[in-house]
């Protein structure tokens, strides 16, 4: 059985850190494009940092751009998330997702497997 399932949220003050992990189960990651999404209340999910299978292409939302960094660990079937200079609008439940076809926008309709959620808060 596929499944992701992903670690490492937690509550942060506004300029720290957090790296979020997703680990893969039941499949090989490496065949894979991996997303990172997440979903504020009231909001729709959206995504925030993808890279392809082979880790040679990335993306990156604008909000997060120079802050965040995704990256994979192919032998370890997981990738992650480094977050670095939190802001409280970063506050969020982050997902990870899978997909295998051609890697193309960072857009959770292109994704098939995902994991529950791991719930990011950025707060003084």
């Known amino acids: 059985q596929l499944q992701l399932v992903e670690s490492g949220g937690g509550l942060v003050q506004p300029g720290g850190s957090l790296r979020l992990s997703c680990a893969a189960s039941?499949?090989?990651?490496?065949?894979?494009?991996v997303g990172w999404f997440r979903q504020a209340p009231g909001r729709e999910r959206e995504g925030v940092s993808c890279i392809s299978s082979s880790g040679g292409s990335t993306n990156y939302a604008d909000s997060v751009k120079g802050r965040f960094t995704i990256s994979r660990d192919n032998a370890k079937n997981t990738v992650y998330l480094q977050m670095n200079n939190l802001k409280p609008e970063d506050t969020a439940v982050y997902y990870c997702?899978?997909?295998?076809?051609?890697?193309?926008?960072?857009?959770?309709?292109?994704?098939?497997?995902w994991g529950q959620g791991t719930q990011v808060t950025v707060s003084s």
């Open positions: 039941g499949f090989t990651l490496d065949d894979y494009n």
């Open positions: 997702a899978a997909e295998r076809s051609l890697f193309r926008q960072c857009l959770p309709l292109y994704y098939n497997y």
